[in-house]
């Protein structure tokens, strides 16, 4: 509490902070069999299947209503699909408890939804001590570290209310992180954020897709799909209508909806 | 003059209140305050149950906490307290004895338990729904997930509805009296009505009186403030800030990563 009245700047130790960069991540390798998703009787997303290798980044994009964030609910089933398979290193997890294929695929969300009433730090740890278990002095050092990693270990008493946009963003990625997870999930997550916060966030998450973590991103940052994605996903009415490696679906789009779409949002 | 005399004989004689004063403190506040707590106390946990049953998925259990709150809440006190009171008066004489103080404690009991039950389900639906998923998405079960975030979240939100019913059980425990209370157990209302039938003056009654404002009053201003407080959130002032302080706190954390701006290409 008392470190709200110090002054923001990192000032001690700058070269302690470097080292969140070294983390090295195992990502998983995801794949999606003709999954179906639906809000009550309509299918939002219809007979979609996508290959995601390990380590890769793969961006979608597409136009509001498209069912990219319904899509990428259901990879964790916190939207449960009406039929297909989703499997994880070969793995169907559709038999499984949907938590345990939770803790396995990290998300971030555009509203952050951090907890309000727990410090950074509790954010991060929270889910370590009371999911997997761990005491409460090791689940606090590993969100410590993630904390880091994020460049907000100067911040770890903060609750999210005196946090900015991009901070608390930055913390929503340290707490999925935390979880150790072999996939991550990000819906819009720079959506909600100021302008000049954007560019810290994806960073962070280009140094993840650097470090050989697999992400799903649904994301209306061109630059970044461009830069960062192996594969990009462009979706409309619930169905793929494109997939490629960047360059291609950039410059050379096959169909006329891409062609439009990116006129756009270019 | 004689009017204005005559009124203050009949509510402010100072020996009678005076006279009452002990009673009131000795037993009359005491055992107030022992009902009222002990109905809060079994009420909260109570109305606790009652708001889990009624956010459940299954419409039996939720169709059960509505009756229940239903009933409770639109009965007047005095027919609860009278029904529970003199119906189980048989069941009670046998746990706790013949005084008719825990059945009134329990009826009191049952009717804050309706309300807290809605002041707890309606605090804990306020919350964002993006909590739940927050919690899903790092693995949380359901129950987990409520018992760890979202239900202490709705609860601080509620607590200045908390301490509303608090007052109002203050209020409600001198229905009491209607059980027929033993000497030692009356409560304010009945200490000081007994005082003003033996004196054939309104005095007494008007000294319990500012006894049950002395203890309502300081309430009621103790949630507007925490409900202010709560309000404006405990965020303190501080110095506005460039978000570009922000952007070289990032980088200078990282400053081994790549950023998009210059990196060309996936890595």
Redesign the interface.
């Given at each position: 509490m008392q470190k709200?009245?110090t002054q923001?700047?990192?000032t001690a130790e700058?070269a302690e902070?470097?080292t969140?960069?070294a983390a090295e991540y195992k990502g998983g390798e995801l794949e999606l069999r003709d999954i179906f998703l639906a809000h009550g009787d309509i299918d939002v997303v219809k007979n979609m299947s996508l290959k995601v290798a390990a380590g890769?980044?793969t961006c979608v994009i597409g136009p509001s209503g498209s069912g990219k964030s319904t899509l990428l609910r259901g990879i964790?089933r916190?939207h449960e699909p009406r039929r297909g398979d989703i499997l994880l290193d070969g793995r169907s997890v559709l038999r499984d408890k949907?938590?345990?294929l939770?803790?396995r695929?990290?998300?971030v969300?555009q509203?952050f939804?951090?907890?309000?009433?727990h410090t950074a730090l509790e954010n991060v740890a929270?889910?370590p001590q009371?999911?997997k278990r761990m005491p409460k002095g090791r689940a606090r050092e590993i969100a410590r570290a993630r904390l880091?990693?994020?460049?907000?270990?100067?911040r770890s008493d903060h609750?999210p209310?005196?946090l900015?946009g991009?901070?608390q963003q930055?913390v929503?990625i340290a707490?999925?992180l935390a979880?150790d997870p072999e996939v991550m999930l990000f819906d819009e997550a720079t959506s909600a954020l100021?302008p000049?916060?954007v560019?810290?966030v994806?960073?962070?998450m280009?140094?993840l897709?650097?470090g050989g973590m697999t992400m799903v991103v649904v994301t209306h940052e061109m630059?970044?799909a461009r830069?960062?994605?192996?594969q990009v996903v462009f979706m409309d009415e619930g169905e793929v209508v494109e997939v490629g490696p960047p360059e291609v679906l950039f410059e050379t789009p096959r169909t006329d909806r891409l062609s439009r779409f990116l006129s756009e949002v270019l | 003059m004689d009017n204005l005399e005559l009124l203050r004989q009949t509510f402010l004689d100072g020996q009678a209140m005076l006279d009452v004063l002990p009673q009131l403190l000795g037993t009359g506040l005491k055992n107030t305050l022992i009902i009222s707590i002990w109905a809060t106390v079994i009420g909260t946990i109570l109305g606790m149950i009652l708001a889990i049953a009624g956010i459940s998925r299954s419409w039996f259990i939720r169709g059960l906490a509505r009756i229940y709150t239903d009933i409770f809440r639109g009965l007047p006190a005095i027919v609860t307290i009278l029904l529970v009171g003199q119906g189980l008066a048989r069941v009670s004489r046998d746990l706790f004895g013949a005084s008719p103080y825990p059945l009134g404690i329990f009826a009191l009991s049952l009717i804050a338990s309706a309300y807290i039950g809605e002041i707890f389900r309606s605090g804990i639906q306020s919350v964002?729904k993006?909590?739940l998923?927050?919690c899903?998405?790092?693995?949380?079960?359901y129950p987990?997930a409520m018992a760890?975030?979202v239900v202490?979240?709705g609860i601080?939100r509620v607590l200045p509805a908390l301490v509303n019913q608090f007052i109002s059980i203050i209020k409600d425990s001198s229905l009491v009296y209607f059980l027929g209370l033993l000497t030692a157990e009356r409560e304010l209302f009945r200490v000081g009505q007994d005082a003003a039938v033996n004196t054939g003056n309104l005095s007494p009654l008007v000294m319990a009186g500012i006894f049950y404002l002395i203890i309502t009053v300081p309430l009621t201003h103790v949630v507007n403030h925490v409900d202010n407080k709560y309000r404006t959130?405990?965020?303190?002032p501080?110095a506005p800030?460039s978000?570009?302080?922000?952007?070289s706190?990032?980088?200078?954390?990282?400053?081994?990563?790549?950023?998009?701006?210059t990196?060309?290409?996936?890595?």
């Amino acid at each position: 509490m008392q470190k709200t009245m110090t002054q923001p700047a990192n000032t001690a130790e700058p070269a302690e902070k470097k080292t969140g960069n070294a983390a090295e991540y195992k990502g998983g390798e995801l794949e999606l069999r003709d999954i179906f998703l639906a809000h009550g009787d309509i299918d939002v997303v219809k007979n979609m299947s996508l290959k995601v290798a390990a380590g890769t980044t793969t961006c979608v994009i597409g136009p509001s209503g498209s069912g990219k964030s319904t899509l990428l609910r259901g990879i964790n089933r916190l939207h449960e699909p009406r039929r297909g398979d989703i499997l994880l290193d070969g793995r169907s997890v559709l038999r499984d408890k949907p938590e345990s294929l939770r803790l396995r695929i990290g998300m971030v969300f555009q509203q952050f939804n951090l907890f309000p009433d727990h410090t950074a730090l509790e954010n991060v740890a929270l889910a370590p001590q009371h999911v997997k278990r761990m005491p409460k002095g090791r689940a606090r050092e590993i969100a410590r570290a993630r904390l880091c990693e994020v460049g907000l270990d100067s911040r770890s008493d903060h609750r999210p209310r005196d946090l900015s946009g991009g901070q608390q963003q930055r913390v929503a990625i340290a707490r999925a992180l935390a979880m150790d997870p072999e996939v991550m999930l990000f819906d819009e997550a720079t959506s909600a954020l100021d302008p000049e916060l954007v560019n810290g966030v994806l960073e962070l998450m280009a140094g993840l897709a650097g470090g050989g973590m697999t992400m799903v991103v649904v994301t209306h940052e061109m630059g970044f799909a461009r830069k960062v994605a192996d594969q990009v996903v462009f979706m409309d009415e619930g169905e793929v209508v494109e997939v490629g490696p960047p360059e291609v679906l950039f410059e050379t789009p096959r169909t006329d909806r891409l062609s439009r779409f990116l006129s756009e949002v270019l | 003059m004689d009017n204005l005399e005559l009124l203050r004989q009949t509510f402010l004689d100072g020996q009678a209140m005076l006279d009452v004063l002990p009673q009131l403190l000795g037993t009359g506040l005491k055992n107030t305050l022992i009902i009222s707590i002990w109905a809060t106390v079994i009420g909260t946990i109570l109305g606790m149950i009652l708001a889990i049953a009624g956010i459940s998925r299954s419409w039996f259990i939720r169709g059960l906490a509505r009756i229940y709150t239903d009933i409770f809440r639109g009965l007047p006190a005095i027919v609860t307290i009278l029904l529970v009171g003199q119906g189980l008066a048989r069941v009670s004489r046998d746990l706790f004895g013949a005084s008719p103080y825990p059945l009134g404690i329990f009826a009191l009991s049952l009717i804050a338990s309706a309300y807290i039950g809605e002041i707890f389900r309606s605090g804990i639906q306020s919350v964002d729904k993006g909590q739940l998923e927050a919690c899903k998405a790092l693995g949380m079960s359901y129950p987990r997930a409520m018992a760890l975030v979202v239900v202490p979240q709705g609860i601080r939100r509620v607590l200045p509805a908390l301490v509303n019913q608090f007052i109002s059980i203050i209020k409600d425990s001198s229905l009491v009296y209607f059980l027929g209370l033993l000497t030692a157990e009356r409560e304010l209302f009945r200490v000081g009505q007994d005082a003003a039938v033996n004196t054939g003056n309104l005095s007494p009654l008007v000294m319990a009186g500012i006894f049950y404002l002395i203890i309502t009053v300081p309430l009621t201003h103790v949630v507007n403030h925490v409900d202010n407080k709560y309000r404006t959130g405990r965020r303190r002032p501080t110095a506005p800030r460039s978000g570009l302080d922000e952007v070289s706190e990032l980088s200078s954390a990282r400053d081994t990563t790549p950023a998009i701006r210059t990196s060309t290409g996936a890595q």
